[in-house]
């Protein structure tokens, strides 16, 4: 028989998870915005195709929607700051991009200059689920680096991993 799990229970167990923090950007006809998410993850390789969670309360879901394209950009260590401007430390939209250096994408979608990696996608799908919706994105373009360390969120901080010089299973 299953158990129900309480929102306060599924929120402490998933702050136990890591994750990669990530800039979510948008630019089209309906404007430009982003907003800092942890819920991103590959869907399928075939067609390339990747899913992001946005809150339904986002003042901003209404343009990520009209503008049917936005940019996941997978942060560096180096990010924190920018992770916390986007996570809303400052309403104007313009501010938050003043605060680092965007690269101009094809699609119209801005990239973050330095991130490890830049999905470009084209909103292929949304589903509503709760209190988000599951941005499902046709991925038309990967920018990416070999450098950098991934900023993470574990336990509700950002956490430093060491480099690993050595092999698995030693």
Known sequence: MAQNVT???FRNAMARVCAPVNVVTSNGAAGRGGFTATAMCAVTDEPPTLLVCMNTRSSQTGMFLANERFCVNVLTQEHKEL????AGGLSDMDARYAAAAWT???SGNQALADAIVSFD???ADVRPVGTHNIFIGEVIDVRSRKDGHALLYFDRSYVHV???TGSFGG
């Open 7 to 9: 929102r306060t229970e």
């Open 121 to 123: 996608c084209r909103l």
């Open 104 to 106: 101009d994408l094809p």
């Open 162 to 164: 060491p480099t690993h």
């Open 83 to 86: 992770a916390a401007t986007f």
